[in-house]
Each structure stands twice: as C-alpha cells, then as structure tokens.
C-alpha cells in the first residue's frame, strides 16, 4: 500500500522540478522575446490544457513509444518506466506554471531591470536579482498549480 504513494510522490517531485525550470525558462524567455512563430510555440505549449489526457497520452505514446521520435533519433527507451510517467506529468503541468510565470514575469518594471543593466549586471544577474524576486508570487502560484495538476493527471499517464 505505501509502495504507490511512494512512486506517486517521487513522480510528482521529479516532474514539480522539471515544471519550475522549464515552465519558468520558457515563460522567461517568450515574455521578453518577440520572434517569428512565437504564437505556434505558445500554442504546443497550451495544447495539454485543451486536448482530453487520452490524446496527450495517445500523442506521448507517439513520441515515446516504438519506432517513436525519441526512440529512434535519441535513443530513449521509457515506455511505462517511471520516467515516462514524470514525462507525461510535466507535459500536463507545464501549462500551468508557464502560464502564470508569464504573466508575473512580464508585469515586472522594464525600468527596474534595466537599472540593473546599467549598473553593470549581466543578463543573468538581472534575471536573478530583479526579475525573480518580484515574479516570485506568480512563480509560486504556476509552481503550485502545475505540481497539482501533474499529481493529480492520471489520464495522459
């Protein structure tokens, strides 16, 4: 009876992790960038909030399983391992977190950080010491949100 708690635990924890990077590396970079198909990538961002969890799970089977993509060009053979499952927990979280570290990300004063600029910081620095610490509620909330939702997806896993 514990043996399940545990994987569930350590599949929600893995993928919490991987939400906040990638969730927050992302929303980072399409809040301050503006390129050419930025709308296609922040709508595959998006699509696991709109598709049911079974095609999710029929798309990550896809990519994961036999003659799939990952298979094939990577070598990543996970198909119903743990890892797939923090894999297909993080694809349903994802959304979450990035959308509301977008949103907290791009309310920050442009003037703040480029008085940091000005200052001598580097673009790491601005990002470390002005940017996140006024996004931080809205990082903690997609952070919240996204680990809720990868712990209690269980349709596209």
């Known amino acids: 009876m514990l043996e399940p708690f545990l994987l569930s635990l350590k599949v929600t924890l893995s993928a919490t992790v991987l939400i906040f990077f990638i969730g ?23 699509l696991p909030l709109v598709l049911p969890p079974s095609v999710v799970g029929f798309y990550l089977l896809m990519g994961f399983g036999r003659g799939g993509p990952f298979v094939e060009w990577f070598g990543w053979n996970i198909l119903f391992t743990w890892p797939a499952a923090v894999v297909a927990a993080t694809v ?66």
């Open 24 to 46: 927050g590396g992302l929303a980072a970079w399409l809040s301050r960038r503006r390129f050419r198909g930025q709308t296609i990538v922040e709508t595959l961002i998006h």
């Open 92 to 157: 349903v979280g994802l959304p979450l977190m990035f959308q509301a570290a977008r949103a907290s990300i791009a309310s920050v004063d442009d003037t703040l950080e480029q008085a940091a600029r000005t200052l001598g910081s580097s673009e790491f620095d601005v990002l470390r010491r002005v940017t996140l610490p006024l996004a931080r509620r809205g990082l903690l909330a997609g952070l919240v949100l996204g680990a809720t939702r990868a712990l209690g997806e269980f349709g596209a896993t």
